[in-house]
């Protein structure tokens, strides 16, 4: 029990559980250690020769079997409310793998709305028929049916929202009441997107925003002064609130005439 609590608490911290190199320097080992320090018999327990119950495969069965049974209450959930929503896009992981993220919108009996992610599906392709099939293979694992489904949101690809063979329309095929709306985040984005390419001192102020970013964090040297001038405006300031780097004009310059300096120094 001590075990799985310790597996619990590192999973819902969203921190690692083996080491790089050595697995004697991983949270997991010495939260291990650390709940020894007031529990005699879970010490005796890790000098045990076997079946421990710590070895990277059990980490990987219980986490899981955890997972599995939180994504069963979801699912109760959703039961009992009658009707959901689809929201689903599709992200490319570290490894180079196309992945499905599934969440369902859903209203408990309080009327209150709830988001909850379903998991990631890895797929072959991006077609519109390979990501209805994985959704409705992911509905089918939950026990949820697709005739209780109300609402789909998607991007506006056109794979997913394509009115003709997309993915919203696939879907409204087996569930003529499941209406499409497009993303509000990615509307908003395209919105926010399209009117700075047409307003010029919004395509200037972010030119110079990543300009300058890239001039400090590029180098530790830079990164290092502006620490200081921070540390510097921060005791001169009347209130002892700083500024910040956008709203302090001053401040930046300081930083743009250390690094001329020292370009002239260089040259």
Known sequence: MTILSNLQFLSRQGLPFRG????????????????CEDNQNFREWLTRKSDKYTSP?????????????????????????????????????????????VCLRWIDQALDVHEDFIGLYQIDNTSAQTITDSIQDALVRLNINLSQCRGQTYDGASAMSGPKSGVQKRIKDEQPKALYNHCHGHRLNLACSDNIKKTKIMCDALDTTYEITKLVKKSSQRDTQLDKIRKVELLESDDGNY???????????????WSLDRFMILT
């Open 57 to 101: 495969d059990i980490q990987n069965e219980i986490l899981k079997i955890m997972a599995q049974m939180i994504v069963r209450e979801i699912s109760d959930n959703i039961r009992k409310s009658s009707y959901f929503a689809l929201m689903v896009d599709t992200t490319t992981d570290v490894a180079n793998k196309e992945q499905l993220d």
């Open 20 to 35: 790089s190199s050595d697995d004697s320097d991983s949270n997991f080992v010495q939260l291990n250690l650390l709940r």
């Open 243 to 257: 500024s910040g780097i956008i709203n302090n004009h001053e401040l930046m310059m300081k930083l743009w005439e």
